[in-house]
């Protein structure tokens, strides 16, 4: 059964870190391309961060460019997104995501569409 499980949310400050996981069952995640989204209330799905099977290539939205880094742990079957300097525009629900297809084409990748397994999400909330 796939299964795609986040972890690592909760409530921080601004300023303050948080590192969410996405431990993976059911695949290999060997041979998949892999991102994080994210959802705030009343606002649509966003792309956050995205990594290629290989890990050659990464991406980043503006908005958290230079604070958040994604990784892939393979043997793990494990996905992360470290969290730094978070504001409280971040807050929202994250969610992991992996495709079996990946094109090295940003309008490709940084859509929605293309990732056929998701988790069920993880909250993030920054507030004082």
């Known amino acids: 059964q796939v299964q795609l499980v986040e972890s690592g949310g909760g409530l921080v400050q601004p300023g303050g870190s948080l590192r969410l996981s996405c431990t993976v069952s059911?695949?290999?995640?060997?041979?998949?391309?892999i991102a994080w989204f994210r959802q705030a209330p009343g606002k649509e799905r966003e792309v956050v961060s995205c990594?290629?099977?290989?890990?050659?290539?990464?991406y980043y939205a503006d908005s958290v460019k230079g604070r958040f880094s994604i990784s892939r742990d393979n043997a793990k079957n494990t996905l992360y997104l470290q969290m730094n300097n978070l504001k409280p525009e971040d807050t929202a629900v994250y969610f992991c995501?992996?495709?079996?297809?990946?094109?090295?084409?940003?309008?490709?990748?940084?859509?929605?569409?293309?990732?056929?397994?998701w988790g069920q999400g993880t909250q993030v909330t920054v507030s004082s």
């Open positions: 995501a992996a495709t079996d297809k990946w094109y090295n084409d940003r309008s490709y990748y940084t859509a929605a569409a293309p990732y056929n397994y």
């Open positions: 059911g695949f290999s995640l060997d041979y998949y391309g």
């Open positions: 990594i290629s099977n290989t890990g050659g290539t990464t």
